[in-house]
Nanobody, 123 residues
Framework: VQLVESGGGLVQPGGSLRLSCAASGFTFSSYAMSWVRQAPGKGPEWVSG????????RYADSVKGRFTISRDNAKNTVYLQMNRLKPEDTAVYYC?????????????????WGQGTQVTVSS
């Protein structure tokens, strides 16, 4: 089983990034997917989640209206479009998979967890 995140990097405040998470080794279309982030010196924070079919989507209040989650079950990939980025969005972003759509911030909430991609928002 693998979850491989990509698309992170350094961006100026107000900029955009699109994260991708490619899944393999399990039946991707049967799993809800979430993005969780962890900033330096802080605990993990759940950011957004999408159910297995893509019909149910949730966001943390801190990113609502700025981030958009989506998935392509044909490509076994989940995305996170991040717009109007702020310095406080700086973190390592992880994608995670769970059978039931009950999002949480901890790795123990999920069946599978990626290695993360760094997002830095700074001028």
């Amino acid at each position: 089983v693998q979850l491989v995140e990509s698309g992170g990097g350094l961006v100026q405040p107000g900029g955009s990034l699109r994260l991708s998470c490619a899944a393999s080794g399990f039946t991707f279309s049967s799993y809800a997917m979430s993005w969780v982030r962890q900033a330096p010196g802080k605990g993990p924070e759940w950011v957004s989640g999408i159910n297995s079919g893509g019909g149910s989507i949730r966001y943390a209040d801190s990113v609502k209206g700025r981030f958009t989650i989506s998935r392509d079950n044909a490509k076994n990939t989940v995305y996170l479009q991040m717009n109007r980025l702020k310095p406080e969005d700086t973190a390592v972003y992880y994608c995670a998979a769970q059978v039931s759509f009950v999002p949480g911030p901890e790795p123990s909430d999920y069946a599978y967890w990626g290695q993360g991609t760094q997002v830095t928002v700074s001028s």
